[in-house]
């Protein structure tokens, strides 16, 4: 038993144990303060660390770099972007939110399929409830989301409902470029174009792949073949722009094209590339490569002629100009006056073996090597018979593509080297291949039989003052069931700008041009094809620096011949119709 005092000392006497009570209520109190202390330490510790961390990032590194930079600039994209020749982005990829179910975690489908649908129209919601009650252990019910969307959908709370981030293929010169680009599938692959081409380089690199394409130049060629075939109602267009010392490529259009930024617009149409994939024959642009051949092969030189009298009549089959001459001329009047009757004498002079070898080595015979899936074959007649040489030495019994004459009258032009054709840009001082394919002083022959084509022939519409355009027309009738059809024509113009010293071919073809009131019903070459070339020449020029030449003013007498060719020849073209019998 513990004993205790009648009281402690200084214990009240009258309220024994009051003391003690008092020191424990101190105690008390002494630790909560304590507590309180240490808790609002804490406290200004904790916004202490977050007001400096505060100034670190909104003052310090705010202003010393770049260390908060958005995450989008530090985001690794599988594919690499593609570019033109000066950078500008042709094809690009941006992040994107795809919202996907798993409908065996979805309790409530037509609920929830309403809801679904009141976030995103576009969504069926009888179809959006079947998905939602399917077997499937997940199904994608909407790409590329918006923000908003991605929110709102986020915010209905629905279980089962999942977000997939990715990335979205987007291409922001819409069908200017379609079938150079191309384009890929819903799962990022490329199906067309260089997209497909360089599937693997693009997914492997971190640089932008950089075309040769110009899309300044892209811009003027599609738009001027665009209005083409809206003035003369023709089913299509295609048309090339080449850089004759590089083999490189400036521009390329097919039309119809698409959008591919919107698949529904790619149809099989639209997608088929004429200037690559369709194989034409091309009338008689295709003559350029039998004089070529004659004189390189020593068989003529330009002054040599030919009896132009009467027509050519081998078997059941009759070879006639549309403008006959009735006469013998010479090799540069069978070029500028366009005679198929010429043009097949020729031919046989040289040959069928001469003429099926220069073809070949001008690479006529065989696909282009050119970077797109797209590729069309040429085709050539097996056996090649005798008839077959006459209609070719004209443009008819064998087909190419556009390509193929776009790079042929290159090397024609430009000391005779022939380039392999590119869509990729060649760097300055890299060696560019070549293979010598006529003899220099062919080239320099070609190009003033071009030249004269234009200022005195069929191409007269081509030309554009300073510029010494060169060129070649072509009106082909198009092949078809049980023979040619007179009234489907394949108009075409070839060029070479300025031919002292050629820098590009350019190439315009219309498929099934109809004439119209200015054209006074005509639809060939002259009055389609060669106008395209000659305002794209006019406008390419200047933005390519490329300054014109001095032009002499013409005298009072050059003055009055002038105004006579407007009548006799200003619209005569290779089908042979003048000006004077349109009207």
Do not use: C
Not at 75 to 85: G, K, N, T
Not at 164 to 175: A, L, S, T
Request: glycine share 8%; aromatic share 6%; no cysteine.
């Amino acid at each position: 038993m513990t004993y205790r005092p009648a009281f402690y000392p200084g214990e009240d006497a009258q309220n024994p144990g009051s003391l003690h009570l008092n020191g424990v209520s101190n105690r008390a109190l002494e630790t909560g303060r304590t507590r309180l202390i240490v808790t609002g330490a804490m406290f200004v510790l904790a916004f202490s660390v977050i007001a400096v961390r505060m100034v670190d990032v909104t003052v310090v590194k705010g202003v010393s770099g770049h260390a908060h930079a958005p995450k989008v600039a530090e985001m690794a994209f599988e594919r690499a972007d593609v570019v033109d020749r000066n950078g500008v982005l042709l094809a690009t990829s941006l992040p994107f939110v795809s919202l996907y179910a798993r409908p065996r975690e979805i309790r409530q489908p037509a609920e929830a399929a309403r809801r679904i649908a009141a976030v995103i129209p576009e969504l069926n919601v009888t179809e959006l409830q079947t998905k939602l009650q399917g077997e499937r252990s997940y199904i994608y019910l909407r790409r590329n989301l918006t923000p908003r969307q991605e929110y709102d959908i986020n915010a209905l709370g629905i279980p089962g409902l999942h977000f997939e981030k990715g990335e979205k293929r987007v291409y922001p010169q819409g069908e200017l470029a379609a079938h150079v680009v191309g384009l890929t599938d819903l799962d990022g692959k490329g199906i067309a174009g260089i997209e497909k081409t360089f599937e693997n380089e693009l997914k492997s690199r971190r640089d932008p792949l950089k075309l040769s394409i110009d899309i300044r130049m892209q811009t003027v060629l599609r738009n001027e073949l665009a209005r083409t075939m809206g003035e003369f109602h023709a089913i299509g267009a295609t048309g090339m722009i080449m850089d004759v010392r590089t083999g490189e490529l400036v521009a390329m259009v097919s039309l119809p094209d698409f959008n591919p930024n919107n698949m529904s617009t790619a149809t099989p149409d639209a997608m088929f590339n004429r200037a690559t994939l369709g194989v034409y024959e091309m009338g008689s642009t295709f003559k350029l490569f039998n004089t070529a051949a004659v004189l390189d092969n020593g068989i003529a030189n330009v002054n040599s002629t030919f009896d132009a009298t009467h027509p050519i009549k081998i078997a059941k089959f009759s070879i006639t100009d549309y403008h006959p001459e009735n006469r013998w001329i010479s090799v540069s009047e069978i070029l500028k006056v366009s005679s198929n009757i010429g043009s097949a004498k020729m031919a046989m002079a040289m040959g069928t073996d001469t003429q099926r070898a220069f073809l070949t080595r001008m690479g006529l015979t065989r696909p282009t090597a050119i970077e797109l899936p797209e590729i069309g074959t040429p085709m050539v007649p097996n056996p090649w018979r005798e008839i077959n040489t006459m209609t070719i030495s004209y443009g008819h019994g064998m087909a190419v593509t556009p390509l193929h004459m776009v790079d042929g009258v290159s090397a024609l032009v430009n000391g005779g080297q022939l380039h392999p054709p590119t869509l990729l840009m060649r760097n300055p001082g890299d060696p560019v291949p070549a293979q010598q394919v006529i003899k220099p002083e062919t080239s320099r022959e070609m190009r003033d039989l071009m030249r004269m084509v234009v200022t005195e022939g069929t191409g007269g519409k081509a030309d554009v003052p300073g510029y010494e355009v060169g060129g070649k027309t072509g009106t082909a009738e198009k092949n078809g069931a049980g023979g040619y059809r007179h009234k489907s024509l394949l108009s075409s113009f070839i060029a070479t700008f300025p031919v002292s010293d050629p820098r590009y071919v350019v190439l315009a073809m219309i498929d099934e041009p109809q004439g119209n009131k200015e054209s006074f019903g005509f639809a060939t070459a002259g009055w389609t094809a060669a106008p395209v070339v000659g305002r794209v020449i006019a406008q390419m020029g200047p933005m390519m620096g490329m300054a014109p030449s001095a032009i002499p003013e013409p005298s009072a007498r050059d003055k009055a011949h002038l105004a006579h060719d407007v009548v006799a020849k200003g619209s005569h073209d290779d089908k042979g119709v003048t000006f004077a019998e349109a009207e």
